[in-house]
């Protein structure tokens, strides 16, 4: 466990040699989600649109769980989860947006999604994720 | 003779001691004053608005390794600010030929990272004028804009108090308060 500045203890997933795609455009939602992830001990990387995403399984790389921005350029999440996938790729996405009336977060499920949250992500909305997608059990 | 030179001899240490208790002591009155006046300062930043909790998650990330994740996501932040204010202000310049989707696309980025550092009032600023887009009021959006230069900018002095302030602290040897907003 490792502690955070208020002193509550939080698990470190290091051991589980977890690894996580932050897929975003925003390099203030990129710092944070990283950030989150870091304090986990889940070893990630980051792309800034769903088209590098894609990129990146097509180079060979591969990541237990792709938090995915819904709105960027390029190619947006929803895109980027469809194409995915296509391609067969099985590691689980989730979808972190702003955009959260039903229609949209449905589409963005029906895209291919594992789980989604809505943005801003916290320390509690990032294990939430990690609990429904079995990388965590709560003790 | 001999007590004298002893006494000598000894009392630069007492009084070096003294000296050194009385610094102390007051370097820990500095500290807490310090620690006061931030705990205070932070609490109306909150109380007034400018930010939420999500600025409280924010800080709880802070660490050792990360001295100053805060103070650089902010600054990130007011970045984004600065190019999205500029890039909409371009958008509503002609009065006839106003591109609102690009105009929604910038209110849609900027509410989300308003929201992602707790910039509560930015973020409010930006659904007002998401509200103004959706029906491409113009005017309502100049308006919008000029709040949210100013909401923007605003909050950026009172961050840029609270990080000297932090600094203040830490050069005094105290630590930084932990203060838990929910």
Excluded at chain 1, 25 to 43: A, C, E, M, P, Y
Excluded at chain 2, 102 to 122: C, E, I, Y
């Amino acid at each position: 466990m490792t502690r955070d500045q208020v002193g509550e203890e939080l698990p470190n997933l290091a051991e589980s040699k977890l690894t996580a795609l932050v897929v975003d455009d925003s390099f203030v939602n990129q710092t944070i989600h990283q950030k989150l992830l870091n304090r986990l001990g889940i070893k990630n990387d980051v792309v800034t649109n769903g088209k590098e995403a894609v990129d990146v399984y097509c180079s060979g790389g591969n990541y237990d769980l792709i938090l995915m921005d819904m709105d960027m350029p390029i190619m947006n999440g929803i895109q980027a989860t469809k194409r995915l996938r296509e391609m067969g790729i099985e590691s689980k996405i989730a979808g972190v947006t702003t955009r959260a009336n039903e229609g949209e977060k449905k589409e963005f499920m029906e895209a291919g999604l594992n789980d989604f949250q809505e943005k801003p992500l916290t320390i509690s909305k990032l294990l939430s994720i990690l609990h429904k997608l079995n990388f965590y059990v709560q003790t | 003779m001999v007590l004298f030179v002893c006494f000598e001899q000894l009392s630069p240490i007492f009084l070096y001691n003294s000296v050194s208790w009385s610094t102390l002591a007051m370097n820990t009155t500095v500290v807490a004053q310090l620690q006061r006046q931030f705990q205070d300062y932070i609490v109306s930043l909150y109380q007034q608005g400018f930010l939420d909790s999500q600025f409280s998650e924010l800080r709880k990330l802070q660490d050792e390794g990360s001295p100053d994740f805060v103070s650089e996501v902010v600054s990130l932040f007011f970045d984004d600010c600065s190019k999205l204010i500029n890039t909409m202000s371009r958008s509503l310049e002609q009065p006839d030929n106003v591109d609102f989707k690009q105009l929604d696309s910038g209110v849609h980025q900027l509410k989300g990272s308003s929201s992602s550092v707790g910039a509560r009032r930015v973020k409010n600023v930006c659904i007002s004028f998401k509200e103004c887009c959706d029906v491409q009021n113009r005017e309502g959006c100049l308006r919008c804009l000029q709040q949210v230069d100013y909401e923007y900018k605003m909050l950026k002095t009172k961050l840029q108090d609270l990080f000297n302030l932090e600094q203040q602290i830490l050069q005094a040897g105290g630590t930084i308060p932990q203060v838990d907003i929910n």
